[in-house]
């Protein structure tokens, strides 16, 4: 699933240190808020695709 994850965002070709550090700034944030609320919208709108 996480794979799919990565090809749905559109970061297969990515290098896999870029993908790590984004991955590591969103649980950085992942008490925000405001931001979760923001980032689950904008996820499901992708699903929806």
């Not at 794979?3 to 896999?16: Q, S, T, Y």
């Not at 991955?23 to 919208?41: G, H, P, S, V």
Request: proline share 2%.
């Amino acid at each position: 699933m996480l794979g799919g994850l990565v090809v749905k965002a559109g970061l297969r070709g990515e290098n896999p240190a870029f993908i790590l550090g984004v991955l590591l700034t969103a649980f950085e944030q992942k008490d925000n808020e405001k931001l979760r609320i923001a980032m689950i919208e904008k996820g499901r709108k992708a699903f929806e695709k």
